[in-house]
């Protein structure tokens, strides 16, 4: 074969690679599995939801972006070669193993330095085995759902407040959000008034575990969104369906209820132990009293 026809060969092979990605939306239209669901929740924006745990991938023009990678499970980075074929980012709000538990199946992970510590400990192998047992046998997932390939020995790279990571045609930023944890993150989508929210933000807020900042300093992260409220119009959080953005000011009065004694609060009991709960408006705050 002579040059041109190498160069020809070559050519075609580019225009395959390009037409199966421009064929992803039918396929992320279709590709729904025993553990995990696919949804556009916004334009290329998409919802992988397992068990109520919420992973979202954004397709830019040049890269793409995982938010979050679950419990660890199943075989999420298959999935996502699937649904994309552009460079990957992978970035964690938080190091809950809901939100960090498949981080072994990526090279790179981006999260908040104060969290990684604890998505650490959720990382080691015994954990995950038991982690892939309890939920095969509790909820009949399928073997071929389980991730089978070899991990990798995941590098962790700090993030902090401001920093961008440019998809071509979208700028996805870094807002530091303590109050979950202390290095819970959110990420805002600049040109598309997204708020991807993690478990700062949503109908239920969970502030009493032994990784939570105290209350005021949750009200501190609160009264900083509030300011940029301009600048997102919905949030995506980790659990449930978007959110109006508004919702953040019944975070604060609830917050402040709390703080100044006027909340009827009641108890909360939780799987991971007993704390108190505040109703304001649509939403709930479950807080530890010795940690305000």
């Not at 045609?169 to 959000?177: A, G, N, S």
Request: net charge negative; charged share 20%.
């Amino acid at each position: 074969m002579n040059l041109k026809g190498h160069f020809l060969l070559a050519l075609a092979s580019i225009q395959v690679v390009s037409l199966a990605c421009l064929s992803n939306p039918n396929l992320k239209a279709q590709t729904d599995t025993k553990w995990y669901s696919l949804k556009e929740v916004s334009k290329k924006v998409w919802q992988i939801r397992s068990f109520g745990n919420n992973t979202y991938l954004i397709e830019g023009r040049d890269n793409s972006l995982l938010i979050d990678t679950g419990l660890g499970a199943a075989d999420l980075s298959s999935l996502v070669k699937e649904l994309t074929c552009k460079p990957l980012i992978v970035i964690n709000t938080h190091g809950h193993p809901d939100h960090a538990g498949a981080n072994y199946q990526f090279e790179i992970v981006h999260m908040h330095a104060a969290d990684i510590s604890i998505a650490g400990q959720y990382s080691l192998p015994e954990w995950r085995a038991k982690m892939s047992k309890d939920m095969l046998q509790r909820n009949m997932i399928a073997e071929s759902d389980l991730f089978g390939g070899k991990p990798f020995n995941t590098k962790i790279i700090p993030i902090s407040e401001g920093q961008i990571f440019d998809l071509g045609d979208r700028r996805i930023q870094v807002m530091e959000t303590p109050g979950h944890t202390l290095g819970s993150i959110c990420l805002v989508d600049i040109e598309n008034r997204l708020l991807f929210s993690g478990d700062n933000n949503d109908i239920t807020v969970s502030l009493f575990l032994k990784e939570s900042a105290p209350l005021h300093i949750y009200l501190e992260t609160l009264t900083r969104q509030e300011a940029r409220i301009s600048e997102f119009n919905i949030l995506l959080p980790g659990h449930g369906e978007p959110i109006q953005s508004d919702i953040i000011n019944d975070q604060i009065e609830c917050v402040k209820s709390i703080l100044n004694g006027t909340c009827q609060s009641t108890e909360s009991k939780t799987f991971v132990g007993n704390s108190m709960k505040c109703k304001f408006g649509r939403i709930s705050v479950i807080y530890n009293p010795e940690n305000l």
